[in-house]
Each structure stands twice: as structure tokens, then as C-alpha cells.
């Protein structure tokens, strides 16, 4: 199926440890999002990658690294853990047609 | 800044009524502005989108929305709502193609048997 996947789905980790969620799309799309949905359900922008070059870092602390192996994948890497970062982390991917394209999400639960 | 403002956190519509889900934006150039549903447990999936074509724009499930510069708004409609419906539903706003979306704070739509 053509979609944006992302692995895991679920994960749940202590503080202080250091985790990644990938995400993988096979749309063709050239530009691909990380947004963050906290507790009260809203979206905020982290990342974006256009052919694998960073255009948008809003104010993410820099414990938090996108990586950008190819256009067809980003991943999101995340150190040092804190309660603070439980969100569901959402992967998206466009194709300079306006609409995103979004992946099932990733609930990441720090105990 | 550009940013939308979704007025009503929950809206609560009887099984076959209207369903009116508001959305104003704000945007100092020519937005380009999207309604997201997402159920329970998963992504967000795209409605429907204006991007300075037509006005009136139609979308899945039965779903339109208008766009009215004079009003600032991008209010979503269904004529007649089922319970299929219910979820959360964004608006988003845009300054183009490859641009963050920039989200409302989300409607809960619940529909009443």
C-alpha cells in the first residue's frame, strides 16, 4: 500500500534513555514533517526535510535530532529522554501540492 | 503570524443534522488553508482543501467548506451528520506547497443516536 508508515507505534521508555521512530513514506514526495500532538491533542511543526536538506527547525531542544537518509525516509531521534517529551509523534510527507500526507503516529509514553 | 482559531472545543449534533465546525484564520498574504479528521487511536487523514481555486470546496464524506475572505473563515459543513463522523477535526493553514501547517486547536465532534 502507498502510505507514511512509522515505527513503532507505541513506545515506552524511562527517563534518561535514548530512543528513535522512524518513518518511512512511498508516496514520491520530496518534503517530509515531524509534528508533535501533545495531551491536549494540539499540533505543533518540529521538523521538515526537503530532498534530505533541513528547512524547518521550529524550537525543539537540541536533544532532538532528525536524520534524513534518503527523500523516502526521516527518522527522529530523541536523547536523554524527559517526562515532558510524551506526545504522539506524527510523521508527515508532501509533494509542493500543499496537502500532507500523515502517518499513523508514534505514542511515546516516559516514565 | 499566520495561525486559525477553531471556535467550539466540542460540538455535540444530533444523528441526520447539520454539522457547522468553525475555523477563522489569520494571515497576513493569500493562505492556503486544509480541514484534518483524526479518530480515535489514529493519523490525521485530509478532508478537503482551499488553495485560491474555488471558493466552495468539496471534500470526503460528504464534508465541504467555503472559503469567505471578507469573514476570514474556512467553516466545514455535512449537511446531515452520522456517527461515523465523530472524531476530531483540525483546521490548518498554510503559506504554500512544502510549508509547515500551522493547526487549530482541534473540535471534538460528538453525534448524538
Redesign the interface.
Known sequence: DTAVSQTPKYLVTQMGNDKSIKCEQNLGHDTMYWYKQDSKKFLKIMFSYNNKELIINETVPNRFSPKSPDKAHLNLHINSLELGDSAVYFCASSLATYEQYFGPGTRLTVT | AQSVTQLGSHVSVSEGALVLLRCNYSSSVPP?L?W?V?YPN?????LL?Y?SAATLVKGINGFEAEFKKSETSFHLTKPSAHMSDAA?Y?CAV?Y???E????G??TRLTIIP
Open positions: 492556503y486544509f484534518y483524526q489514529q493519523g490525521l487523514q485530509l482543501k488553495t476530531e483540525f498554510s504554500g506547497g512544502n509547515k501547517l500551522t493547526f486547536t482541534g
